[in-house]
């Protein structure tokens, strides 16, 4: 049997390592933590994806498990419709990150998965001779990438905070509030209840006492309309997950170097805004392992896998970009550039018509904005360059 090394257990590193398994490869993943990350609230899979996973023997599964989803209706802080509802197409369900990883995760061997065993920059030589082939989906922070292509790819910040967590409140579908450098989420949960989450662009705190999430939570959504008060007062502290939003602001040239083949967040970290990270990680990995099966030798496959997976990834990572930078501006690191964030007053909503329309909104949640700038793909000189 080939031998697959494959570094990560998150959804990209699990969905590689069951499509190789059915594949007939050997295969083992490495883990860094003592057990498999399930932390998060639901993700949103779209027809494509929900698809390939069916083609994993995984339907019955999600059938089982996740929610049909249909439109995302957008919204001004004050509950005014910004759009129709426009996207995701049919066929997308929303389901638990938990639970998607815990489909993966059961469709392999027990042996295969190693955990508590972080791979080390100086031992990746060593697993790239024992296997034909060494799967880096490492992560945003991914050591392997920044061992083949240098610090100059590490993941930057885009200055955003991300609240998420659940709340006692009933909801259908998902809705997405936005206001001057600050958005809520709300979708319902396969399980009932509703999934939220919050981005903001906060000042530095300076010497006053840090609020505490809740505190910070009320303060910047619990005067807004709609449904997004009533769910921030279902909130409870200790439910609430947050961190900063970390993207690759510099093109790979390629996925793959020697042996070794990057996918998912290690590839092509994005900002969450057209919710495809883990989309995409699953689609690589699919095409990954088809191009593998396709190919006679190792580094035919991995060319013919970056040929068809890093040009368009790094396109939706353009757009999610866009969208990011629309409600929040642009990111520290982009700031010699122009602020591009929607201007509008914080007590006032902007006339909607003037700035946003439903067809450049379907083009940015397509994914289709970056296009114009096809010729720098792949260029390693261009940044996360968006319109
Ligand atoms: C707020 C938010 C909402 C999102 N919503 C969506 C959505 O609705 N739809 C969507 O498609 N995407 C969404 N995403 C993006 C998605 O979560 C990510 O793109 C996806 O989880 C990336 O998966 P991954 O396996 O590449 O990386 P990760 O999930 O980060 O997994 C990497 C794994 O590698 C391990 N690891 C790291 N270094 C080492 C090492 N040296 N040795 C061994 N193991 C190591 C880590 O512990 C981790 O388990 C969202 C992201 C955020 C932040």
Same mark, same amino acid.
């Given at each position: 049997?080939?031998?697959?090394?494959?570094?990560?257990?998150?959804?990209?590193?699990?969905?590689? =390592? /069951?499509? @190789? $398994? %059915?594949a007939g490869w050997a295969v083992q993943v490495l883990e860094q933590e003592a057990e498999v990350r399930t932390?998060?609230? =639901? /993700?949103? @899979? $779209? %027809?494509a994806t929900v698809r390939e996973l069916r083609s994993l023997s995984l339907g019955?599964?999600?059938?089982?498990?996740?929610?049909?989803?249909?439109?995302?209706?957008?919204?001004?802080?004050?509950?005014?419709?910004?759009?129709?509802?426009?996207?995701?197409?049919?066929?997308?369900?929303?389901?638990?990150?938990?639970?998607?990883?815990?489909?993966?995760?059961?469709?392999?061997p027990s042996t295969a998965l190693v955990l508590g065993h972080p791979l080390a920059a100086r031992d990746l030589s060593a697993a790239c001779g024992e296997?034909?082939?060494v799967v880096g989906a490492d992560g945003v922070h991914s050591a392997?990438?920044?061992?083949?292509?240098?610090?100059?790819?590490?993941?930057?910040?885009?200055?955003?905070?991300?609240?998420?967590?659940?709340?006692?409140?009933s909801t259908s579908g998902l809705t997405e509030s936005w206001g001057r450098r600050r958005r809520f989420g709300i979708s319902s949960r396969p399980g009932g209840g509703t999934n939220w989450y919050a981005t903001a662009t906060l000042p530095s705190a300076g010497l006053a006492p840090a609020p505490s999430d809740l505190e910070e939570l009320r303060r910047l959504f619990g005067h807004w309309g709609g449904a997004v008060a009533a769910t921030v007062a279902r909130i409870s502290e200790g439910s609430i997950l947050r961190h900063e939003i970390h993207h690759l602001a510099r093109r790979l040239p390629r996925y793959h170097q020697g042996n070794v083949a990057l996918i998912g967040d290690a590839a092509h970290a994005m900002t969450p805004d057209l919710g495809r990270g883990a989309n995409e990680a699953i689609l690589d990995a699919m095409s990954l392992v088809q191009h593998l099966e396709a190919h006679d030798d190792v580094g035919s496959a991995l060319a013919a896998y970056d040929r068809s997976r890093r040009r368009v990834t790094q396109r939706i990572a353009?757009?999610?970009?866009?969208?990011?930078?629309?409600?929040?501006?642009?990111?520290?690191?982009?700031?010699?550039?122009?602020?591009?964030?929607?201007t509008w007053d914080d007590e006032k909503d902007p006339p909607v018509p003037t700035y946003l329309e439903g067809s450049s909104l379907k083009r940015v949640h397509e994914g289709r904005v970056g296009e114009e700038h096809d010729d720098d793909a792949g260029s390693p000189e261009v940044d996360g360059r968006t319109s």
């Open positions: 049997m080939v031998k697959a090394t494959v570094v990560g257990a998150g959804i990209a590193g699990l969905a590689v =390592a /069951v499509r @190789l $398994h %059915r932390s998060g609230t =639901a /993700v949103v @899979l $779209h %027809r019955p599964g999600i059938d089982a498990l996740a929610l049909p989803l249909t439109g995302l209706r957008l919204r001004t802080r004050t509950g005014l419709p910004l759009s129709p509802p426009s996207w995701p197409a049919s066929g997308s369900v929303l389901i638990e990150r938990a639970d998607l990883i815990g489909l993966l995760r059961d469709s392999l296997a034909a082939v392997l990438r920044q061992q083949l292509f240098g610090p100059a790819y590490r993941a930057a910040s885009t200055g955003t905070t991300v609240w998420r967590g659940t709340a006692e409140v353009s757009g999610s970009l866009a969208v990011h930078t629309l409600i929040h501006g642009s990111p520290p690191h982009r700031q010699d550039r122009r602020p591009r964030a929607m």
